[in-house]
């Protein structure tokens, strides 16, 4: 049976989102929750593990930990690279491409919005498609690195059953024998362009997400329930500039209250919506 209700709420909440928007120049945040149509699971929704990710202290002050990390991040990058972009991501490039949206900022590092066509991306957590070395400041791009690390360990290939993290790592089972990367040029030691727990995002990437929200009219939040803080700042941002807030995502966000129009759902079907209907309304 059909759930015609519910179907009618979804198309009225979106309707009010396009009343909201129309007319309007976007900024768009996203989480993890618009990667999860393409494969990559998200950290907090229904069904998530538990998780706890190696903090930027641990990684500089073990070299044991960094060989764990090592082993289960190229082991994740193996599945994470597969991955494809979505309609979500290709519906933000649409909206861009349409000038309806001025950019995206993304929670994300899987490099899929980038990889969909959008061409502003702030990527506020880094991206794993580089790896940067902590002494000289070499940057690698990651499939270079990943064919030297599997010619140094023959042996490694993927467990059945992987189970990826949202940050493209996976916990291995064993990291005995495992030949950690280091830098071709100096020796130093290797960092994935990322932002670890414990770090703190880069002021002067910080700065440009706010610049994309100071010049949009409105903040649309995707896929992500802003428990990390960097969001819940631009919100606020947004809310002394009195623009409206758009928020999609599958459950409660620290920002419900303030939202204009808050859509209880997938964003891949939202997002598509929006991508169809806003154009028009310009």
């Known amino acids: ?9 979804f198309s009225a909440s979106i309707d009010r989102a396009v009343d909201v928007l129309a007319g309007r120049r976007i900024a768009v945040l996203t989480g993890a929750g618009v990667s999860t149509d393409s494969g990559i699971p998200d950290y907090r929704g229904k069904g998530a593990p ?12 073990s070299a044991e930990a ?13 599945v994470f690279a597969a ?19 001025n950019g995206v900022v993304t929670q994300n590092v899987d490099g899929l919005h980038v990889r969909a066509g959008s061409g502003r ?19 690698f791009d990651r499939r270079d690195l990943a064919e030297r690390v599997e010619a140094d360990n023959p042996w490694i290939s993927l467990p059945e059953n992987v189970e990826l993290g949202p940050d493209g790592d996976v916990t291995p ?7 950690v990367p280091v830098c071709s040029v100096c020796g130093g030691t290797l960092k994935p362009d990322v932002v670890f727990f414990g770090e703190y995002i880069p002021v002067e990437k910080f700065r440009e997400a706010e610049q994309l929200v100071h010049t949009s009219d409105a903040l649309v939040i995707a896929g992500s329930s802003l428990v990390v803080n960097s ?19 599958r459950g409660e966000t620290r920002a419900d209250q303030r939202a204009a129009v808050k859509i209880d759902g997938g964003t891949t079907h939202v997002l598509r919506a929006l991508a169809e209907r806003l154009p028009g309304l310009l």
């Open 66 to 78: 960094r060989r764990r990390y090592w082993v289960g991040s190229h082991l994740g990058w193996k």
């Open 121 to 139: 991306v702030v990527e506020l957590h880094g991206t794993m498609r580089r790896v940067g070395c902590l002494q000289c400041g070499q940057v």
């Open 1 to 9: 049976m059909t759930d015609t209700t519910g179907e009618a709420e």
């Open 173 to 179: 089972a064993s990291a005995d024998g495992f030949v």
């Open 231 to 249: 969001g819940i700042r631009l919100v606020e941002r947004a809310r002394r500039r009195r623009l409206p807030v758009v928020i999609v995502n």
């Open 83 to 101: 991955a494809q972009p979505n309609d979500g991501h290709r519906a933000l490039a649409d909206l861009e491409a349409a000038g309806v949206a």
């Open 50 to 61: 538990t998780r706890t990710p190696m903090t930027a202290q641990q990684f500089l002050s």
